[in-house]
């Protein structure tokens, strides 16, 4: 449920609807439809009586993000230069500790207070005007900007294919972007898991500890990166790889030491810096990705990212640590998670590897900036 029937719909329909995009250069029409399908979705899961019932809405849920995330990448590099796209790409990936955060200060509550059902419904149907909005007042392209190319001049899915498949930065970069997503989305959904064994919270608390390492960290370490980035870029593309290749060496560790501290604002403190480094590399490698293919592209190159991201990262993450945990349960006891979230740390380092390998070859893969 909280993997692959998101995952599967989510990573490969992304593709298509991301061609569709591309091919029309209608994006913000995509996008606001496909929040509306998003948000359709998530208030029906208030309305399922069976396993089966929310596991087919969840993939309805992966069908509205299929269509919103490949397409904002490619509209937000539309409207802002090279120059400034990390940080512009930065503040549009806030939606994830903002959105997390929020979710998990008021969705227990509105489950608690209310219901579960009422919830999800309430949180789904609040997104229905946001589509609307998005389909009707983003324009498509800056002022003065030539017009969105025509269908027909527009390249096929197999030649921007083969062209990000002769690119080693871009697999380094997907893969690097894997690697430190199957830690951040095991770590996410695990982690409330060690707070209570390990740090004995109560499950209200773990809602506000979790939560602000979320939206602090989260935020300040997505804003530093992309701002770092694009300060270190400019004639040197390598930056983008090398911003979150430091950022993830540092992670591994800081993790570490969080785990073996007792004083809960210490842990707290070493938790948020760990987390603020961890999603450091979103604005980055997004906007290094943008700079791989022309305008025409970039929807569909983000689309394929995501989905060697996104099928590794949300599709393995959260089994792999909870896997870990049952094999060493019987070893570790309470302590499992611990262990488990500890050994899985070694996948940031990975991630660090490979965009150090990405900065090598990024200058010579980067295409001539122009918007």
Not at 194 to 202: K, M
Not at 258 to 266: G, H, N
Not at 279 to 307: E, H, K
């Amino acid at each position: 449920m909280g993997g692959i029937a998101f995952a599967s719909v989510y990573s490969t329909l992304a593709i298509p609807i991301a061609r569709y995009a591309d091919r029309t250069g209608r994006r913000a029409r995509v996008i606001g439809i496909a929040a509306a399908v998003w948000s359709l979705f998530t208030a029906l899961c208030g309305f399922v009586t069976s396993f089966w019932q929310l596991f087919a809405a969840r993939m309805g849920v992966g069908v509205g993000e299929a269509g919103g995330v490949a397409p904002s990448y490619a509209l937000i590099a539309q409207h802002f230069p090279p120059g400034r796209r990390a940080r512009a790409l930065a503040v549009f990936s806030l939606g994830i500790p903002i959105g997390s955060a929020l979710g998990l200060f008021f969705g227990g509550w509105l489950a608690e207070t209310i219901n579960w059902r009422t919830a999800f419904i309430i949180i789904g149907l609040a997104g229905l005007p946001v589509g609307w909005l998005i389909a009707t007042q983003v324009p498509e392209a800056p002022a003065g900007a030539p017009a969105a190319a025509l269908a027909d001049d527009t390249p096929r899915f197999l030649e921007v294919a083969g062209e990000l498949a002769r690119k080693p930065s871009f697999w380094l970069l997907s893969f690097g972007a894997a690697s430190c997503s199957i830690g951040g989305y095991g770590l996410g959904f695990w982690l409330p898991s060690y707070f209570s064994e390990s740090l004995g919270l109560s499950l209200g608390s773990i809602g506000s500890f979790f939560g602000t390492i979320v939206l602090i960290g989260g935020s300040a370490g997505i804003l530093l990166g992309g701002a770092l980035a694009d300060k270190l870029g400019g004639s040197r593309p390598a930056a983008y790889a090398l911003t979150p290749a430091v950022a993830f060496l540092f992670t591994a560790p800081l993790y570490a030491l969080a785990m073996s501290v007792e004083a809960r604002m210490a842990a707290w403190m070493l938790f948020t810096l760990a987390y603020a480094l961890s999603l450091a590399w979103l604005g980055p490698i997004i906007s290094a990705v943008q700079g791989l293919v022309d305008a025409p592209r970039r929807a569909t190159a983000s689309a394929s990212f995501l989905l060697i991201n996104n099928l590794i990262g949300i599709g393995f993450g959260t089994f792999i640590f909870g896997y870990l945990a049952d094999l060493l349960r019987p070893a570790y006891g309470s302590e499992a998670m611990r262990y488990s979230i500890l050994y899985g740390l070694g996948f940031y380092l990975l991630a660090a590897l490979l965009c150090l390998l990405a900065a090598w070859r990024l200058g010579r893969d980067t295409k001539p900036q122009a918007v």
